[in-house]
């Protein structure tokens, strides 16, 4: 399992309204290249959006499919790269000191992908997570000084 937490000075709705945008993953989430479609009503429980995952040559097209969307508090997906490995990410707010605490959560999704992780492995999540967790975060900011006053 890898976690990570971060703040951020903005209000839960500034955040979910990235997590809400499909065509922002492919911004935040580290290792991520593009978004090539989503469904309608994302980010409703059932719904996908359609990916390239990798570097270089290497690239995988896949999917990531939403299995539970609170608003303003937490998303639950199942994001796949096969053949490399499918995981169970789930992001929560909370409201904090006027602001929002984030929490990443990504564990393994199927057997095969938990034997296949070591230790090691999870550190390395860790690490990309906390770079996707801060790009995240930043996307936040800039939608929230863009947004309009209530």
């Known amino acids: 399992m890898a ?7 903005v209000p839960p709705q500034a955040v979910w309204a ?9 911004d ?3 290792g991520s290249r593009r978004i090539r479609g989503w469904d309608p009503g994302w980010p409703d429980a059932g719904t996908r959006f359609h990916h390239e995952v990798g570097t270089g040559p290497l690239v ?3 999917h990531t499919e939403s299995l ?12 796949r790269a096969r053949p490399i490995g499918t995981a169970f990410v789930t992001v929560e707010l909370r409201p904090q000191d006027g602001g929002t605490h984030v929490t990443l959560i990504e ?3 199927d057997p095969l992908t938990k034997l296949a992780t070591l230790p090691w492995w ?6 990309r997570n906390k770079e996707s967790i801060r790009r995240l975060c930043d996307l936040a900011r800039k939608k929230a000084a863009v947004a309009p006053a209530s």
């Open 122 to 127: 999870w550190a390395a999540v860790r690490m």
């Open 68 to 79: 539970e969307a609170v608003p303003d508090r937490r998303l639950r997906l199942r994001a």
């Open 18 to 26: 990235v997590l809400a945008d499909p065509e922002c993953y492919g």
């Open 28 to 30: 935040w989430v580290v």
């Open 60 to 62: 995988v097209r896949d």
């Open 3 to 9: 976690r990570n937490e971060a703040f951020v000075e």
């Open 107 to 109: 564990d393994p999704a």
